[in-house]
């Protein structure tokens, strides 16, 4: 609203300011309606109006003005859904790192229990050499 926000400099001095009037409040003010204005300056708004949003700059300013709320939501939404993937991952994470452990544990299970088997395997046969009458 013009009195309420106004801000003096050398070529305005808000204490001169009476006509206020309810903005939307968006990166540039514009009224919310018409019915603040007489029928010339109503002619002059409608005009700026229709050149501001006609305009690229001004499109796309009416654009995010318009999806402000979806704006708003995604943000909203993005921290929430961070949150849960950070959780999720932190779970799964401790599930993958459990499964890594008991296959490593398998692993080297198998391990010592192949060597055995080739342990076994030399000795018997270094059992039938040292046995063997016609070893020199």
Same mark, same amino acid.
């Given at each position: ?7 003096s ?6 204490s ?19 019915? %603040? ?5 109503? *002619?002059? #708004? ?5 050149? !501001?949003? =006609? +305009? ?6 009416m ?12 943000? %909203? ?5 961070? *949150?849960? #993937? ?5 779970? !799964?994470? =401790? +599930?993958?790192a ?8 398998v ?15 030399e000795?018997?046969?270094y ?10």
């Open positions: 609203m013009e009195g309420q926000n106004c801000k400099n050398a070529k305005i001095d808000c001169k300011i009476t006509k206020t009037y309810d903005t939307i409040d968006n990166i540039y003010c514009f009224p919310e309606d018409e019915s %603040a204005f007489n029928a010339k300056e109503r *002619m002059g #708004f409608k005009l700026v109006k229709k050149n !501001f949003i =006609e +305009t690229g700059i001004g499109s796309m300013i654009d995010m003005y318009k999806s402000s709320r979806a704006i708003y939501w995604s943000l %909203a939404m993005s921290i929430v859904y961070s *949150m849960a #993937f950070i959780y999720l991952m932190s779970y !799964f994470a =401790e +599930t993958l459990w499964i890594c452990v008991f296959l490593v544990q692993g080297l299970v198998l391990g010592c229990a192949v060597a055995f088997y080739f342990r076994q395997l000795q018997d046969e059992k039938s050499f040292m046995n063997d009458p016609n070893n020199t």
